[in-house]
Structures are given as structure tokens and as C-alpha cells.
């Protein structure tokens, strides 16, 4: 009798080129996806050493962090020097390595990954790798997906392998359902809550449960995105038939016989009958509540009816760390969080920039208009679930609220292009970072789901979305 | 890559906890095409205050720490973002060595790609060098990779663990690219194999 294997040994295992006898592996990667920002160096080290891209027919690229997300933004002058030229080394390095790419001028551009999926370069069973730790969103389909440095991404390139150890397997189940009013963002924020950021690390995540079943793909990719918050490189989803009937007919997808050799493997991807887990996390679906954050990490999570804790509540370097996010954050211990006035709501990232969650915040939105003075902007995570935004009557519903309506990228995620925060101001935010200083020098960022984005857009301080429903 | 033998240096306290990798270097500056020069940026908005001068609190800018080869830090050091600039900025500035009791994946990884070596140590003698390296210019702290072991100024020592291979490219200044080619008959046949049982992918 064979051993019982986890989703992660599996795909693992089907992907082991060489393993050196003190277990590190060359892992082989099917999908390598490049943005701008980390790949510049490594194309600049392929060029110096004389090597070339091993399999450019499985790398994609496409530029998303720089990129401005304003209507005008294919005049040159959008953009600083430093980024016009980053995007511009992108263009000629993927011109030059014949390797897959979609332009600032292509409808198909946005977040890498947001695109990925969308044109159907990521399947199950695949391994996928990125020079952002963002990659996790892949795991929704059932790949092994993970973040990588710049050193690694020319391994990547050159190689088309990674130098890895085993991680240890660790399970996050999510029991029966969810109440209304709660989704895919704070079932990961919930988990990150409970984890800590660093309760993941060295470990992959399998999400299970009956919560996460009843996910669409998008809300799988947004739990899965979230995984690196919580420390884990990837988490990983089963695919069962919401992933084959999401992934069928995509532009890059299986087809005719392929498809019926490749869905015949996919249904052996699910985490065998015993098979162990080195840690094993439940929550109940029913006892998670929308939630926000108030500090400047992503476990700073609480429910929507809290107040802002004590720093002395917490234990060992998080006081002093709780007392430094509440002076940055400019909150007091105590204070509800329903008190918290906003400046700024930003609705996008490759955490919430799909369109079940345009859908989500549009629902909020319909008929209503944002409070007075408050500048908010609603920015697809691509072009094309920007058109079908505007397709369904969504984009008329957010102009009509008084948002922005923008074209794709990372945006206001982390503010690499013009779309910042200035000092103090304060912002409810769907992305996935509240670091200091993360959406701009001094900016102050609260991290939660579109339809509670939304919700706060229309009262001006963050509030409880089931008030709203 | 510099390899990675010895060093005694001064150690720069940093106890904060989930120091992220926007601290170490902020976004601003990851708009190069160079690993090079991020030194004068590593920690910017920590460092420098709105019109650019130097925050004398700031443990980088005091004058015992100016020089600091070694990072004394909280828990779950370099999480977040995945960029390199984080230890290219550190290596520039002209760390060598960080020492905390956990550290993010990634950032751990692409430490070692750039001739910098991470050391996680239990909490209690994290606590124990945190407390020598508040000293200042004084008190040095050496770090024996080979031996595996982290000596206080005064004599204290403390073994650490390192995995095997990436001690060897440290210790070596080798370049993982290099290696991984040497393997190039392994990569082809799984590629053949792979292709064979996965034509989709």
C-alpha cells in the first residue's frame, strides 16, 4: 500500500527533477511569471553570463506595479523617468527572450496575478512561481505557487528549475458556512488573525472545509493570495468541478484530447484519507464576522465591532509593537472601530481586484454616493474584467457614487505609480499590506473586504457592511 | 557573491518585531535596474524624516552604529514583500549578518543569494545579544560560519544551525546558476518525461 500523500506531497512529487542526498531538490517550474519591478536584474545577469531563457514558452510577462491606472497613462509624462524606464527594459527583455508578453497597450495587461489565471497559464497540478510573494493567489487551482527573489527568478530563467527544500504540510479548515455579509477576505484575515504573520512560516497551507468549497474561484484566489500574510510561501485549494469549469475554454487551457488526459490528473489532486499534516488550524464559518485591521500588520485583525486593544494586551516585542502601530495608525487604545473616519478608499489589488469583488462592492454602492470630500477609486485588477465591469453596469455604478474608475494595475496596493497616500491620510482598503508606510509615506491603511470598502465609502468611517444589507 | 568565512563587527539593535521588507526598503526605491547603491536608502522613512535629514534616534544614524556589519532584531524579520532590493540594501549599507529569532521565507532565502547569512536563535539568547550589541562601538560580535557559532563581546557563545548546502555556497561565494547547470542531464530528461505525461502543460 502506497502512503497516504497530501495535496502539497503530490504535486510535489510529480515535480522533483533531481533531489541531492541531503534532500534539496531542484524543483521544475511549468509557469514562471515575470513583472518589471524584480525581473531587471535577473534578465541583466542572463546577459552578462551569456545565458539564455531555458523554456520562454512558459514564461509570461507583464508590467503592473508601475503602471499609472489614469485614463491618460499612454503619455510618456504619466510616468516618472525611473518607471518609464523599468517598464521599458520589460518590453526589450521580453522582446529579446521571445518570451510571452502583454504590453501596457494590450487589453489582456494587469495584475500578473490577476492575467495568469484569466488567460488559463495557471492549471491545476502546475507549479508557478513569481518574483512576488503574491504568487500564492495561484494555490486557488490547486498549483504550488510561491513567491521568489530576483537571484531566484534568473535561476528560474536560466534553469527552469528551483533550488528548494520540502516545507512542512499544515492544515486550515474552514467548517460549514459562512453568515451573511462575510466572504473570501475575512475568512484570510480571520486565519491570519488567529496564525499571527509568522505562524505559516516553513509550512505550505491546504485551505479546506466546507467555507472554502463554497468559495468561487475568486474567493479561493483571495484566501490564497493572503497565505504569504500569514508567513505560509503558498496555500493550496483542491480542484474540484468550480476550478475545471472556471479554467475550460480559457485562451491558454487544455483542449480536445489534452484536456481529457489533463482532467483525468487533476482529479487525483486532493489530499488522500489520512495523510499528516504537521499542524492543523479550524475555524467555524459561522464564527467569523467581517473583520478590519488597526495597526500596521495584517494579523492587527479584529471583527467590526471591536474596539482598538491595549498594547499591554498583547505579549513579549508585540506591546511594543501594538503601541507603535497605534501611535502610526493615529488611534487610541479603545476606540470603536466604527469610530475611525476615513479620507481614502481604494477597491483593486491582485487580493481583491476581480470582478466577484467589483460585483460586491457595486451591490453596496448601487443608488447610494460616497460621503462628501472623500476621494475613493475603484482600479480592476485587468483590463478585461475591466470591460466586463462596465459590460455588467458596475463602472456606471461606481462613477455614479462618485469613484474613480481606472484602468488595471497594482495601483494604490503599494503606490509604486502616482496613486499614493499622502501623509496622515487614512484609507480603507480592499489590497493586502498595511504596512507603514506601504501605500505612502505616513498613510494609514485598513485593510478589508470590497463590499465593506464600500460600505465605509458611503459613511466616511469604517462600518459594518451588514448594517448596509 | 563574497563569501562568507568570519566576521566581528559591530551589531546594530533593532528589538522591534515583523520588521517587513517596506521598512528595510521602501518602495520608492525598488524603481532601479541595478542591485546596487540601496544602501543609503535601507530603513528610509525610519532613517530620514520628511525633508530627508537624519533622525538622530534612528540605531543606524547614532554614531556607534554607523558602521554596523551585524542586525540584532525582533521576530519574523523580512516578511512581507518578496523583493531582493531588501538584502541588496542591507549588503550595500555593509550588513553581513542578521540575527532574530525567526525570519520570513523569502527574505531568508535571498539572504543567502547575496552573501548575506541569516541566523535564527532561540528568543532568550536573541535577548542576550540584543543586550550586548546596546553597547555600542565597543562591543563586537563575531560570527563563525564553519564553527556555526555567534560570540559575544564578552566571550559568550552560542551555536546556531545552518543548512548544509547553503552553508557551503556561503562559505564558497558560489553562484547557485552554476551548480543547478551542472545538473543539466537530470533537467532534460524530467523535462522529456514531463512533457510526455503532462503534454498540456
Known amino acids: 500500500m502506497t502512503a497516504s500523500k497530501t495535496l502539497y506531497d503530490k504535486i510535489w512529487d510529480a515535480h522533483v527533477a533531481h ?100 488567460q488559463g497559464w495557471t492549471l491545476p497540478g502546475m507549479t508557478v512561481v513569481c518574483g512576488d510573494s503574491h504568487t500564492a493567489t495561484h494555490g486557488a487551482f490547486g498549483a504550488l505557487a510561491h513567491g521568489i527573489g530576483t537571484s531566484e527568478v534568473e535561476h528560474v530563467l536560466a534553469t527552469q528549475t528551483l533550488i528548494q527544500k520540502k516545507s512542512k504540510n499544515m492544515k486550515v479548515e474552514i467548517t460549514g458556512k459562512l453568515r451573511p455579509g462575510v466572504t473570501a477576505k475575512d475568512i484570510t484575515l480571520a486565519v491570519i488573525g488567529v496564525t499571527g504573520t509568522a505562524g505559516g512560516t516553513g509550512y505550505v497551507i491546504e485551505y479546506c472545509g466546507e467555507a472554502i468549497r463554497d468559495l468561487s474561484m475568486e474567493g479561493r484566489m483571495t484566501v490564497c493570495n493572503m497565505a504569504i500574510e500569514g508567513g505560509a510561501r503558498a496555500g493550496l485549494i483542491a480542484p474540484d468541478q468550480k476550478t475545471y469549469d472556471y479554467v475550460k475554454g480559457r485562451p491558454h487551457a487544455p483542449k480536445g484530447a489534452d484536456w481529457d488526459k489533463a482532467l483525468e490528473w487533476w482529479q487525483t489532486l486532493y489530499t488522500d484519507e489520512g495523510a499528516h499534516f504537521d499542524k492543523v488550524i479550524t475555524l467555524k464559518g459561522e464564527d467569523i464576522a467581517p473583520v478590519v485591521t488597526w495597526g500596521t500588520s495584517p494579523e492587527d485583525v479584529l471583527p467590526i465591532t471591536a474596539a482598538v486593544p491595549a498594547p499591554e494586551s498583547f505579549k513579549g516585542g508585540k506591546v511594543e509593537a501594538a503601541a507603535r502601530s497605534i501611535e ?62 462596465e459590460e455588467e453596469g458596475l463602472a456606471q455604478i461606481f462613477i455614479d457614487a462618485g469613484f474613480e474608475w481606472r484602468l488595471a494595475g497594482c495601483s494604490m496596493c503599494l503606490a509604486m505609480n502616482p496613486d499614493q497616500l499622502a501623509p496622515g491620510e487614512r484609507c480603507a482598503a480592499t489590497s493586502n499590506r498595511n504596512f507603514e508606510g506601504r501605500q505612502g509615506r505616513g498613510g494609514r491603511t485598513h485593510l478589508m473586504s470590497p463590499a465593506m470598502a464600500a460600505a465605509a465609502a458611503i459613511t466616511g468611517h469604517l462600518t459594518d457592511v451588514r448594517e448596509m444589507m | 557573491m563574497d563569501k562568507f568565512t568570519t566576521i566581528t563587527g559591530i551589531a ?29 536608502n535601507l530603513f528610509d522613512e525610519m532613517r ?47 550588513i553581513r549578518c542578521v540575527i532574530a529569532p525567526s525570519f520570513a521565507d523569502i527574505f531568508f532565502n535571498n539572504c543567502f543569494k547575496n552573501g548575506i547569512l541569516p541566523i535564527a536563535l532561540p528568543q532568550e539568547q536573541v535577548d542576550i545579544l540584543m543586550k550586548d550589541a546596546e553597547k555600542g562601538e565597543n562591543a563586537r560580535i563575531t560570527v563563525d560560519l564553519e564553527a556555526q557559532t555567534v560570540t559575544t563581546s564578552d566571550g559568550q557563545s552560542f551555536g546556531f544551525d545552518v543548512d548544509a548546502f547553503k552553508k557551503h555556497c556561503l562559505l564558497n561565494g558560489l553562484d547557485d546558476i552554476g551548480l543547478t547547470m551542472e545538473k543539466a542531464a537530470a533537467i532534460d530528461s524530467f523535462e522529456a518525461k514531463a512533457a510526455a505525461d503532462r503534454p498540456w502543460v
Open chain 1, 19 to 118: 533531489e541531492a542526498d541531503d534532500g534539496t531538490c531542484l524543483l521544475y517550474i511549468d509557469r514562471h511569471l515575470v513583472h518589471e519591478v524584480t525581473s531587471p536584474q535577473a534578465f541583466e545577469g542572463l546577459r552578462m553570463t551569456g545565458r539564455t531563457v531555458r523554456a520562454p514558452e512558459k514564461t509570461i510577462a507583464v508590467p503592473d506595479h508601475n503602471v499609472p491606472t489614469t485614463l491618460d497613462r499612454a503619455d510618456p509624462a504619466t510616468m516618472t523617468e525611473d518607471s518609464r524606464i523599468q517598464v521599458a527594459a520589460l518590453d526589450k527583455n521580453a522582446k529579446d527572450f521571445g518570451i510571452h508578453y502583454y504590453p501596457v497597450s494590450d487589453v489582456r495587461q494587469g495584475i500578473v496575478h490577476i492575467v495568469g489565471p484569466e
Open chain 1, 328 to 389: 502610526y495608525m493615529g488611534l487610541k487604545a479603545g476606540q470603536k472601530l466604527t469610530d475611525i473616519q476615513i479620507d481614502t478608499v481604494f477597491i483593486g489589488s491582485c487580493t481583491n481586484g476581480r470582478i466577484e469583488d467589483l460585483r460586491a462592492a457595486a451591490a453596496i454602492l448601487k443608488g447610494k454616493k460616497i460621503k462628501d470630500g472623500l476621494r475613493a477609486m475603484v482600479v480592476p485588477g485587468s483590463g478585461l474584467v475591466r470591460a466586463q465591469a
Open chain 2, 12 to 40: 546594530a539593535p533593532m528589538p522591534l518585531v515583523n520588521i517587513d521588507t517596506d521598512m528595510i526598503i521602501p518602495k520608492q526605491f525598488l524603481k532601479t535596474i541595478k542591485r546596487s547603491g540601496l544602501g543609503v
Open chain 2, 48 to 94: 530620514y524624516d520628511d525633508n530627508g535629514n537624519e533622525i538622530a534616534d534612528f540605531v543606524l544614524n547614532k554614531p556607534a552604529y554607523r558602521e554596523a556589519q551585524i542586525l540584532v532584531a525582533g521576530d519574523n524579520f523580512g516578511c512581507g514583500s518578496s523583493r531582493e532590493h531588501a538584502p541588496w540594501a542591507l549588503l550595500d549599507f555593509g
